[in-house]
């Protein structure tokens, strides 16, 4: 392709009629522009800026393809090359598009490797580098592959010999694998870096010469490639490559890299390690107890206890053997602020409960990781901490000083004595003064401690709470309720919330509702505020409506203002595209409803393709639609769909339950096993803390289903 100006043509284009993730493209004339002008600062800021609009958090546009001409003809031309190939490589890598039809802008940077491929050979090894990585992201084989063939063969630079040796690998894997002579000691750590990832693209087998050869280049952090991201951590990326194949040789393999590192003598290799043991647990179900001695091993000082014990906090009790690691630093300076202390408590605490009560006792009002860890034990679902006479005093002597709790503390502390029941009753008196300064807090816990205790104590939580309902806390007025049925107060804390709208209408929708006919008196204020809040399409708007469908449908049992109000709510989250959370809400609503729900059923089948959504509409299908319309198989593979992709495993187990043994085929049950017992966690995204802790909870709820679906007849 013959080489033009950069700039030719620009003006050409109607680039008011193109949009990037900002709207309008036509400020791409004048950052392109930039790119070739003789003012450095404003040519970075142009760069930027491209990144933002056309390349937006990974996601390009119609403007994206547009601009890959130009974009291709500056890096040819030499303007700011290597970052701009970076920018073109990342558009091709995209599969995030926008607007366009799937392939578009990779279509448009292929169509200039005429312009690209000559840059293979450039002078400046940074730009064969990015070269070699922007044109294999083409996909473009038949012309970029042969290129990279050729410049293998003469590529004297390490990295960038790696780095085209990794772009052959993302071509085809085989012809990268092919390169046995990459492997060989001699050979720099850079290419045998990505020839280890060439034989794992490859699929070809982890041989003992891979093992070694992976060791060998261990540490391996400064062998990341700044253009792969996906492989910013080398070990951890192996191990997680290892895993992914899902078989046990392999699994044992990956399991065997993380001991050797673990097991080094050396510091750097160890952290590596721990971020490959990280990787490992988060994605493998044996992992955990495989690897827990391992990363006991790795705990030989102060250092390595921190760095370990986030990990060993998220693995819970099966790593109990690693508690004496952690116990001494947890113990140390129990009247000081400490942050490594407080971590290695705070781990404990997850590890070893029992044994940390009385550390976390000794240390209350200095160890705030710890205190938080507790009164989240193991999560706000289940049970509670265990309870620890020291504790319960500490917990006392902190809540008479209202004055000296700070950030959430006043939650965790009532938190912890809700948890305990009656065991907590001499926190009696410190919970009813704390009403006064934490009432939203403290008053929950009152009713959940005084519901089993004697009657001179029930009478004092009665009291206290009687008298801050008086004042309009509707927390105190809900537990006064719960504790001793009283619903005049309560009745006319929730009218108001009701009627102070905004926020606060979702949150006493929901105690209304639980009322039952009971709570008839509010309906007025629920329809008020049900009008109020209707036409919006934001989320809190969406919720809200939902909410208050639920309470009047609890309240009057009036399916059609129900009905109308969810269908109100389906429609206006097509309009949202952010809303998907909504409709599963409105979805598990509908459920309540049972056959009375059954005009909501186009709404809900509208929703089924979308993998978040499926679970919760399934349920709600089988409660309100025909049930001879409804195909049990193809919902029962919706579920399992959702599930597969992390999409919401526990929504999905919920749905197959209510689908039942009828909806399960052979191939729905071999499914179902796989995600009950599986090596592979079913759960691999959301809150770091707890995705081990959910996997479990969905591999249990897996299991159990498929005992039920085996043997119905005992189910």
């Known amino acids: 392709m013959e080489l033009a100006h950069p700039l030719d043509g620009l003006d050409a284009r109607p680039w008011q009629s193109f949009s990037h993730a900002y709207g309008s493209a036509e400020d791409l004339p004048d950052l392109l522009r930039a790119l070739v002008g003789t003012d450095a600062g404003a040519a970075d800021e142009a760069l930027s800026e491209l990144y933002g609009s056309v390349l937006h958090q990974g996601t390009v546009y119609a403007a994206s393809a547009e601009a890959a001409p130009f974009l291709a003809a500056i890096a040819a031309a030499g303007h700011h090359t290597a970052d701009v190939l970076t920018l073109l490589g990342a558009m091709a890598e995209s599969e995030d598009e926008h607007g366009v039809a799937p392939g578009t802008v990779r279509a448009a940077v292929a169509d200039r490797l005429p312009l690209l491929l000559p840059l293979l050979a450039a002078p400046e090894p940074d730009v064969r580098r990015t070269a070699a990585w922007a044109v294999s992201h083409t996909r473009a084989t038949a012309s970029a592959l042969p290129a990279l063939r050729g410049r293998w063969d003469e590529e004297p630079e390490p990295a960038v010999r790696a780095e085209v040796l990794a772009g052959i690998a993302r071509l085809d894997p085989q012809v990268a694998a092919a390169a046995a002579t990459a492997l060989e000691p001699s050979q720099p750590a850079e290419v045998r870096m990505a020839a280890v990832f060439a034989h794992l693209d490859a699929d070809a087998p982890w041989t003992e010469t891979t093992h070694t050869t992976m060791l060998s280049l261990l540490p391996a952090d400064d062998l990341r490639?700044?253009?792969?991201?996906?492989r910013g951590e080398p070990l951890a990326a192996v191990v997680e490559a290892l895993l992914g194949r899902d078989r046990r040789p392999e699994r044992e393999a990956a399991f065997a890299l993380v001991d050797a590192a673990l097991h080094d003598v050396r510091a750097d290799v160890r952290a590596e390690g721990l971020w490959a043991a990280d990787r490992a647990c988060t994605l493998s179900r044996s992992a955990p107890s495989r690897l827990v001695q391992s990363l006991r091993a790795a705990a030989v000082d102060e250092r390595s206890v921190i760095d370990t014990a986030s990990l060993l906090a998220r693995l819970g009790r099966v790593a109990e053997p690693a508690a004496d690691v952690l116990a001494p630093l947890a113990a140390r300076n129990p009247h000081q602020d400490d942050d490594h202390a407080d971590r290695a408590l705070a781990a404990l605490v997850r590890v070893a409960?029992?044994?940390?009560?009385?550390?976390?006792?000794?240390?209350l009002g200095r160890r705030p990781r710890s205190l938080g860890a507790a009164a989240g034990f193991p999560s706000p679902a289940h049970s509670a901490f265990p309870y620890d006479d020291d504790l319960l005093?500490?917990?006392?002597?902190?809540?008479?000083?209202?004055?000296?709790?700070?950030?959430?503390?006043?939650?965790?502390?009532?938190?912890?004595?809700?948890g305990w029941g009656a065991d907590a009753a001499p926190a009696l008196p410190e919970l009813c003064a704390a009403l006064r300064h934490h009432p939203s807090r403290a008053a929950g816990a009152i009713a959940r401690v005084a519901a089993d205790c004697g009657p001179g104590e029930r009478a004092r939580a009665v009291t206290s709470l009687r008298a801050a309902a008086a004042r309009g806390v509707l927390p105190a007025a809900q537990a006064l309720y719960d504790l001793d049925g009283e619903l005049a107060p309560l009745l006319h804390c929730l009218e108001q919330e009701l009627r102070r709208g905004a926020g606060h209408v979702r949150d006493a929708a929901g105690p209304a509702g639980a009322l039952g006919p009971r709570g008839g008196?509010?309906?007025?204020?629920?329809?008020?505020?049900?009008?109020?809040?209707?036409?919006?399409?934001?989320?809190?708007a969406l919720d809200t409506d939902t909410a208050l469908a639920e309470a009047l449908w609890r309240i009057t049992g009036d399916a059609d203002e129900a009905v109308a109000a969810l269908d109100s709510v389906f429609a206006r989250a097509e309009r949202?595209?952010?809303?998907?959370?909504?409709?599963?809400?409105?979805?598990?609503?509908?459920?309540?409803?049972?056959?009375?729900?059954?005009?909501?059923?186009?709404?809900?089948?509208?929703?089924?393709?979308?993998?978040?959504?499926?679970?919760a509409v399934v349920t709600a299908l089988t409660a309100v639609a025909e049930p001879a319309s409804l195909d049990r198989v193809a919902l029962a593979a919706a579920a399992l769909r959702s599930a597969e992709s992390d999409a919401d495993p526990a929504g999905a187990c919920a749905a197959l339950e209510a689908l039942g043994a009828a909806a399960m085929t052979d191939d729905h049950l071999r499914r179902l096993a796989a995600l009950a017992d599986g090596d592979a966690r079913v759960v691999r995204s959301g809150v770091e803390d707890r995705i081990i802790e959910q996997d479990e909870a969905v591999r249990e709820h897996a299991r159990a289903l498929l005992r039920a679906f085996s043997h119905p007849a005992t189910a």
């Open 225 to 230: 490639s700044d253009l792969d991201h996906e």
């Open 353 to 363: 409960p029992a044994q940390a009560a009385s550390l976390l006792a000794a240390g």
């Open 393 to 418: 005093d500490a917990v006392r002597g902190r809540l008479a000083r209202p004055g000296a709790l700070s950030g959430n503390e006043p939650w965790q502390l009532t938190h912890l004595l809700a």
């Open 521 to 540: 008196a509010l309906v007025p204020a629920l329809r008020e505020a049900l009008g109020a809040a209707a036409g919006g399409t934001t989320t809190p």
């Open 576 to 615: 949202n595209a952010w809303s998907r959370w909504s409709v599963v809400r409105a979805a598990r609503t509908t459920t309540l409803l049972g056959p009375a729900g059954r005009p909501l059923t186009p709404r809900l089948e509208a929703a089924l393709d979308d993998p978040a959504q499926a679970p």
